[in-house]
C-alpha cells in the first residue's frame, strides 16, 4: 500500500499562507480579542510547519490547521495562556470595517455576544454559521460527533438570539462587575447617577 | 432574527478576511524558509488530537 503522499515545502507554504486570513478570523471569534487570536495563529503556523510531513496532500489545509489553532486555544485556555474575553477596541475595530448596508445586526452586540456562549457552542457557530463548514467538517474538527455538533450549533444560535434580542450580557463579556445586567438596566442606571 | 444573526456572523468573519497580514506574521512566514527541514515536534500534540 502506498503511504500518504506529503506536499513539498514550498507547496505546503502556499497552501498554509492562504489558510491564514481564516485562521484569524477563526481565532478572533473564539478568543474575541485581535492580539490573542494573532498569537493563536503565529503558534499554529509553528505547529503546522513543525508537523507538515503529517499533512496529506490533496486534504484540506485550513481544515488542518483550525485543528491545530483550536486545540492550542483550548489547551491553552487550560493553562491560562489564553482567555475568551470580549475586547472593546476589536469592536470598535469591526465596526469601523466595511460591511454590507443592509446588516442591520450590531457586530460589536455580536462579538460580546458570542462570548456569553460557552466555547463548544461558540465554536460550532463560528465554523457553521460564520466560516460556512458543513456540520460533518465541523465535527471534524472539533472532534465530536455530526449529530453532537448540529446540536451544539442549534444551541448556540437560540442562545445567541435571546442574548441578543434581550441585550444581556453578563461579566463574562464586558469583563467588568459580576452582575448580569440588561440594556435597559444600564440605561436606568446611567439616568440615575446623572439625576439621583 | 434568525437571518440577521447569520447575515452578522458571516460579515464578521469576512470582515477578517479582507484585512492585511499583520508584519509578525509576514516575518514569522519569511523565517519557515530559514527553518525549514529540522523542525523541532513541539507542535505534534496539537495535530490530530
New interface residues.
Given amino acids: 500500500m502506498n503511504r500518504p503522499q506529503a506536499l513539498p515545502?514550498s507547496q505546503f507554504?502556499q497552501q498554509?499562507?492562504e489558510a491564514?486570513?481564516?485562521l484569524?478570523?477563526?481565532g478572533?471569534?473564539l478568543s474575541g480579542d485581535r492580539d490573542v487570536a494573532?498569537d493563536l495563529?503565529?503558534?499554529t503556523?509553528?505547529?503546522?510547519?513543525?508537523?507538515?510531513d503529517?499533512f496529506i496532500a490533496g486534504t484540506s489545509m485550513r481544515a488542518?490547521t483550525f485543528?491545530?489553532l483550536r486545540?492550542?486555544f483550548f489547551?491553552s485556555m487550560r493553562r491560562k495562556k489564553f482567555s475568551a474575553n470580549y475586547d472593546e477596541l476589536v469592536a470598535e475595530r469591526?465596526l469601523s470595517?466595511?460591511?454590507?448596508q443592509?446588516?442591520?445586526?450590531h457586530?460589536a452586540d455580536?462579538?460580546r455576544g458570542l462570548m456569553e456562549l460557552s466555547d463548544d457552542q461558540r465554536e460550532a457557530?463560528?465554523l457553521v454559521?460564520?466560516?460556512?463548514y458543513s456540520y460533518e467538517e465541523a465535527a471534524e474538527i472539533a472532534?465530536c460527533a455530526v449529530g453532537t455538533m448540529k446540536s451544539r450549533v442549534s444551541r448556540a444560535?437560540k442562545a445567541?438570539?435571546t442574548i441578543?434580542?434581550e441585550g444581556r450580557f453578563t461579566s463574562a463579556s464586558d469583563g467588568h462587575g459580576d452582575m448580569t445586567t440588561t440594556a435597559l438596566e444600564n440605561i436606568i442606571g446611567a439616568v440615575e447617577k446623572i439625576a439621583p | 432574527?434568525?437571518q440577521?444573526?447569520?447575515?452578522?456572523?458571516?460579515?464578521?468573519?469576512?470582515?477578517?478576511?479582507?484585512?492585511p497580514?499583520?508584519d509578525?506574521?509576514l516575518a514569522?512566514?519569511d523565517q519557515?524558509?530559514v527553518?525549514?527541514?529540522d523542525?523541532?515536534?513541539?507542535?505534534?500534540s496539537?495535530?490530530?488530537?
Avoid: C
Fill in positions: 515545502p507554504k498554509l499562507t491564514i486570513p481564516h484569524r478570523a477563526f478572533r471569534s494573532d495563529v503565529q503558534d503556523l509553528l505547529k503546522a510547519w513543525a508537523a507538515r503529517r488542518w485543528v491545530i486545540n492550542t489547551s469591526i470595517a466595511p460591511a454590507p443592509q446588516d442591520p445586526l457586530l455580536l462579538q457557530i463560528i454559521g460564520a466560516g460556512g472532534n444560535r445567541l438570539e441578543l434580542e | 432574527m434568525q440577521r444573526l447569520g447575515l452578522g456572523l458571516k460579515n464578521m468573519y469576512l470582515n477578517v478576511l479582507d484585512e497580514l499583520p509578525d506574521i514569522l512566514l519557515l524558509d527553518d525549514d527541514e523542525d523541532a515536534d513541539s507542535g505534534r496539537d495535530v490530530n488530537e
